[in-house]
């Protein structure tokens, strides 16, 4: 008995609890109607084009002057206030020209972002790519190695690094990209503009990321940490390179002859000795070499710079590898030992000299 009684109550609970959900959903669709309907008759009140944007009241803001169309009433959208001053739609006043340019966009219907799967049209870009994800996370899937992307355009972005292809040339020197921030990066060497600024010692920079480094030299603080040995990076990119040498990992293979390096720079630089590229020059003798390291020791012959100098006894080397050798001298370390009679050596030029002692001997 109690359990048929129960049984009717949570039957008749269950009626008009999907009663209220029933008339809910209508309510919306009603809404839904009306709001279709409100859109297809401004549409056809699109003849009424907007003008230009006018600075209100002379106060440096800017007004929309299309003739007013009440909204609130079936959308319950706001009604924008400056100053306590409160306006009706179509009049709404903006203090930057890029929201009363994304507002008239609504007036005219202009959808400038299409999604490239379907073709659907939205006003701005965020929506574009909320829609995209409606076709799935990453529609977009490299052929090469599988790899996914929520937009097109970045895919053959990344499609680039397979292919070689660098389209984006700059205008200074002819050196060219694969991705144009790299090339507009670039530039500004040329230019000598520099946008980011320090805030605590206003030094600039070409490159948001030598900022990000530089603000954590003055803070002392070195956000990534090597989970294996503990070592602490300024840099994301320092700490991934640093990690593969603990993993072994060459992920960058030149093309050409199939060997692998831990960074791009390497491979970039070993690229050069296949193709006898020499894209370095002495600024004094106008020498080109493959890599700028060896280009900047050598500048150093004109100079007289000596950077490098020895712990031990003050002097100083233009060369880091010249320094290493020469604490060689002091610890009595002898490295390069001679094939034909063991005599050991310091550098590893004075075992070469030496050879050729042998090879006189054998003539």
């Not at 972005?157 to 694969?178: Q, V």
């Not at 030598?210 to 003055?218: E, I, N, P």
Request: charged share 20%; glycine share 8%.
């Amino acid at each position: 008995m109690l359990k048929d009684l129960v049984r009717e109550r949570l039957i008749a609970a269950a009626d008009e609890i999907f009663g209220l959900f029933e008339s809910t959903i209508a309510s919306y669709e009603e809404q839904l109607a009306r709001a279709r309907d409100e859109t297809d008759r401004h549409r056809r009140q699109r003849k009424h084009n907007c003008e230009t944007q006018t600075p209100l009241h002379g106060q440096g803001l800017l007004a929309c002057t299309k003739p007013p169309i009440s909204l609130k009433h079936n959308y319950g959208w706001s009604v924008g206030t400056h100053g306590g001053s409160t306006r009706a739609d179509c009049h709404k006043s903006y203090a930057y020209k890029c929201n009363l340019t994304l507002h008239m966009k609504r007036h005219t219907g202009e959808k400038p972002f299409s999604c490239s799967v379907c073709g659907q049209g939205f006003i701005q870009k965020n929506n574009l790519k909320a829609h995209m994800r409606e076709h799935g996370q990453k529609p977009f899937v490299c052929s090469l190695c599988g790899k996914r992307f929520t937009q097109k355009v970045n895919m053959e972005s990344h499609a680039r690094i397979h292919t070689g292809e660098k389209p984006f040339a700059c205008s200074f020197c002819g050196k060219r990209f694969t991705h144009k921030p790299n090339m507009v990066a670039h530039s500004r060497i040329h230019a000598g503009e520099k946008p980011f600024t320090c805030s605590l010692c206003g030094q600039g920079f070409a490159q948001k990321v030598a900022l990000t480094a530089h603000v954590q030299a003055h803070t002392g603080q070195k956000g990534f940490v090597c989970a294996v040995c503990g070592k602490t990076f300024y840099k994301q990119a320092s700490l991934v390179s640093h990690t593969r040498t603990h993993t072994g990992e060459k992920p960058f293979a030149c093309s050409l002859c199939g060997q692998s390096f831990a960074q791009k720079v390497t491979l970039v630089a070993h690229m050069r000795t296949h193709t006898g590229e020499k894209p370095f020059a002495c600024s004094f003798c106008h020498k080109a070499f493959s890599q700028k390291s060896h280009m900047v020791a050598h500048v150093r012959i004109h100079t007289g710079e000596k950077p490098f100098s020895c712990s031990i006894c003050g002097q100083g080397f233009a060369q880091k590898v010249s320094l290493t050798g020469h604490k060689r001298v002091h610890a009595g370390d002898k490295p390069f030992a001679c094939t034909f009679c063991a005599k050991r050596f310091s550098y590893r030029c004075s075992l070469t000299a030496h050879m050729h002692t042998h090879a006189q001997q054998g003539d």
